[in-house]
């Protein structure tokens, strides 16, 4: 291609000067191939262009041809590329004029995304990246989009391809169980795309954080290198509000994370902990509108509780769980979902609500179960209460109570706890959801 076709105007030329890179130089050929002196001309083209048009779309040129052409009648001027970026050179050239670009290969939309930038050409660069954007996506393509604003001049053009990049690694890796494998050999910057999503299917913020340490430690062999990594990068993406107390005080032991850090982390953690609820809602609001997101819940498959323990005069636990009105929609027709382990006398025990069908099967209703983790012959004799927050007081009222000898393994509940059906638990003007929450409690306490 000889001629660039343009406006009548045309009385300006460049001179596209190819180069090969010789003997040190062909280890940085992807440098600034205009630049570069110790080379070997491969070719010279002569380009007619409208100066204008070019001037318009593009600061360099407009600085190109702005300085002294115009004193000195000079009618044109020189490039030197490297013999590989000239497709893109004449692509982004055509674009000046038409807005339009004939490559629609990736790869192809790369090298002239990479040119755009280097000659400011802007609006290039943004439709460069929504071809992109609309291209089927692949890990290894994600992850290079990830590295564009760090690799390009104005990486603000390049921002919804990023953000793109992002929620494509989210979504394909949200349930980082299956994909283990791939997940682990990551770089950062795509384990930092996976950790942000709030749909991240984990049992809790305690897989995340086990997680999060088994990739540091797999990736990065020396420990202050390591713990510069998880503190200044990784440990915004644990929501460490949301860890269990146990899984908080072995962070503050855990040699990986800066002393300091951990500290400071896991002080703010228990602070949330201890807000009222409606102050915990109104921080993860906040959050919503910015990127660190550390008071928002993720979808875990163990719901958080929270656990009040007492040792005198009897040991007792009071737990109370709280779940969203579209959380219980969800359980129907059979579904379930539970609770974080939490512990009494040594010994761990978790809730479960249920959607299932009442004692004679004549309707679906909601169940609420208590069970004990630890198998085998292992026995501990309980009395328990189950309550819930209920209108028009919204104080917690007592539904159920009983006493249960547990065994490994097993549970023990109601299958209809309000003793009324499904559709009138989920109606609008239910009694026990209150601003969309439905807020239960059990109090178990070892007998003697």
């Known amino acids: 291609m000889d001629d660039c076709d343009g406006p009548e105007n045309q009385d300006d030329t460049v001179a596209m000067v190819e180069e090969s890179p010789s003997g040190d130089e062909a280890a940085s050929s992807n440098d600034s191939g205009w630049s570069m002196d110790s080379s070997t001309v491969l070719k010279i083209k002569t380009l007619h262009i409208s100066s204008p048009i070019l001037a318009a779309k593009s600061p360099f040129f407009y600085k190109l041809f702005s300085n002294g052409m115009r004193e000195s009648e000079q009618r044109h001027v020189t490039l030197r590329i490297g013999g590989s970026e000239e497709a893109a050179l004449m692509e982004l050239l055509n674009f000046m004029y038409s807005n339009t670009l004939s490559a629609n290969t990736a790869p192809a939309l790369l090298d002239v995304l990479m040119a755009a930038d280097k000659f400011e050409v802007a609006s290039c660069m943004r439709y460069c990246s929504r071809l992109l954007r609309n291209l089927p996506m692949t890990p290894e393509s994600a992850l290079l989009y990830l590295e564009l604003p760090s690799s390009v001049l104005m990486g603000e053009a390049v921002q919804p391809l990023t953000d793109a990049a992002k929620q494509y690694l989210a979504t394909r890796y949200k349930d980082i169980n299956r994909y283990q494998d791939e997940v682990m050999s990551l770089p950062l ?24 340490l088994r990739w540091a430690r797999a990736q990065h062999q020396g420990l202050e290198e390591r713990r510069d990594v998880l503190g200044s990068r990784l440990a915004r993406y644990i929501r460490f509000p949301y860890m269990s107390c146990r899984k908080l005080k072995k962070v503050l032991s855990c040699t990986d994370f800066d002393h300091e ?35 928002v819940e993720r979808a875990y498959k163990y719901r958080p509780v929270k656990v009040v323990e007492f040792e005198l005069p009897r040991q007792q636990c009071v737990v109370y769980l709280d779940l969203k009105r579209e959380e219980c929609a969800n359980l129907f027709p059979s579904g379930r979902v539970y609770s974080q382990a939490f512990h009494l006398g040594g010994q761990g025990f978790f809730l479960s609500a249920h959607c299932n069908m009442d004692q004679q099967s004549s309707f679906h209703c909601f169940g609420l179960f208590l069970g004990m983790q630890e198998k085998g012959s292992v026995t501990f004799a309980v009395d328990y209460e189950f309550a819930a927050r209920s209108k028009p007081t919204e104080e917690y009222i007592s539904k159920y109570k009983g006493n249960y000898t547990f065994t490994g393994g097993k549970a023990v509940g109601y299958r209809n706890l309000f003793a009324i059906p499904w559709t009138n638990f989920m109606a609008e003007d239910s009694h026990y959801f209150i601003n969309g929450i439905l807020h239960l409690r059990a109090e178990l306490t070892i007998r003697n």
């Open 261 to 295: 850090v951990a500290s400071k982390l896991v002080l703010e953690a228990l602070f949330f902990k201890a807000e009222a609820p409606h102050r915990q809602r109104t921080l993860a609001a906040e959050e919503c509108t910015t990127s660190n997101r550390r008071f």
């Open 189 to 212: 910057a795509g384990i930092e795309a996976i950790l942000s999503c709030d749909d991240l299917q984990v049992a809790s913020e305690d897989a995340v954080y086990d997680f999060i």
